[in-house]
């Protein structure tokens, strides 16, 4: 091995006085720069979600920031870029790529200060080029956003922990806040590192409870001045102290988890946690949260990349290996996310690939360092005359060409762009100011047309419904015969007349005008 893995943290330290890092970190934010521009040329279709998050941005801009279902900060931050550049699609887009960019800063100084500046340097080109984050920065969603406030939280957090200076502790809180303010479930963050203060002592230090306890009520207090005004609001518009209308955590008991309308009832939100019935049967309990546990790793593993998580374990092994207190406390307060993320919030609520993914940015440090580890297991076997400074560089550039190229052929960009296409069409020839039936809400958001759910009923009972409420278009895709079994069987001209469709491989869109009794001849 190059360099001995048990002067990580005294290497850090001394690194940290040098500024010449900044000149690399700035060349790798412009790399994450340059690849995330051509998603503002080439934007994917808007996903169900992006539609909700600008009906709120309007809101905001309307004067009312709490009237979405989603937490406010993405939105607000959309409204105020939309008053720049006046058009909401773009600015969700731009707000993305802006923290796309950013999250390469603290996750470099994750690695710096947990290792050291090298491990800090490939943690930040990873950032770079990771085909979740950079898809992520070009679409109107939380991710992007929420993984910088994320990982920011969680630096100072770590570093607040280990100095015990009242000022990281504030920046912790406020970071917190807006990563709550973005998703309801960074209270986790808060809860994380309360549990850090209270029960363990920071590396080669034994804390006093003074300190520990000014700690936390610091930390508390900064978080409740940050999103109490948010919190007051929510408690007037629904009558109780939640954390969000998204995601609702009581302490009594709730007989159920039901859903929660969205985007007219397009996307169900979990109704809430109920604190006290899940422990009335700790045996479901405890399988309910095993299997979640593992089922979110599954699909964290898949997000991330195996590539990565190849290099996570090796980097892992290097880090039990050390057992320095400082890299194994530093790791392990890290890890900590990991286990309230996947171990309770997921396993109870949800689990799927893209809430797993939110994991990712605090994840790569430890792929960082096992490819660190890797190539420093290279240098010393394959020595090869005047070319083992070549062979770390070469085997870098490889792996992040591998994921980037590997991004692109697994997470194409053109999905549902058929939506987008009959959603233009129809700006172009429908007149404003209609009603359109549908499935989904992208052909509407696209058309500027206002937009009803197609209900899950039979061919008479969709007509009626569209009619009783003035629809004059209905838009159809593949699935209709999944909503209404029988849907082309049953269709008829003097009901519908046939205005444009589109057929793109597995993908269909028809769309037709409603025929009114008063119309028929």
Known sequence: ??????????????ESNSKGHWQALLLIMALAFILRIFLVFYPE?????????????????????TEGKSSPGYPALVAFVYTLIKNYEMAGIWVSIVFGVLLVVPVFYLGKTIFHEKVGMISGLVVAV????????????????YHFFLATSVLF??????????DHVLLFGAFATLAFLTRPEAI??????????????????????????????VALLAFLAFSSPYLIQLRKETGKWSISKKLDISVGSV????????????RPWR???????LFKDPLSLSVRVGTGFFSSLYKFQQVFNPILSLFAVIGWMGIIRNRSPFSLKANFYIISHHLFYFGLLLSILFTSRRYTSHMISISILWAAFGFWLFLGWIQERWRFVGATKKIPALLLVILLAVLFIQGRVIHPRDHRSIQKEAGLWMKDHLPGGAKIMSRLPQEAFYAELVWSILPNKSYEEVLRIARSNGIRYLVLDEDVEKRSQGFWEKLRDEDLTLLKDWNKQDQKIVIFEIVYPSKKQ
């Open 1 to 14: 091995m190059t360099e001995n893995i048990s002067t990580f943290n005294r290497k850090g330290e001394s």
């Open 45 to 65: 279709v808007i996903r169900i979600d992006g539609v909700e998050y600008i009906r709120h941005a309007k809101e905001v801009l309307a004067g009312d920031w």
């Open 130 to 145: 990771h085909p979740f984050l950079h898809t992520f920065s070009g679409s109107v969603l939380t991710e992007s956003t």
């Open 157 to 166: 957090g770590w570093c607040a922990f280990r100095k015990g200076r009242f």
């Open 188 to 217: 986790g963050l808060l809860f994380v590192f309360i549990v850090w203060v209270f029960f363990f002592n920071p590396p080669g230090e034994r804390r006093y409870w003074p300190k520990r306890m000014g700690m936390i009520l």
């Open 255 to 266: 007989s159920k988890m039901g859903d929660l309308p969205s985007v007219n009832e397009i």
């Open 271 to 277: 109704e809430g946690l109920p604190i006290l019935s």
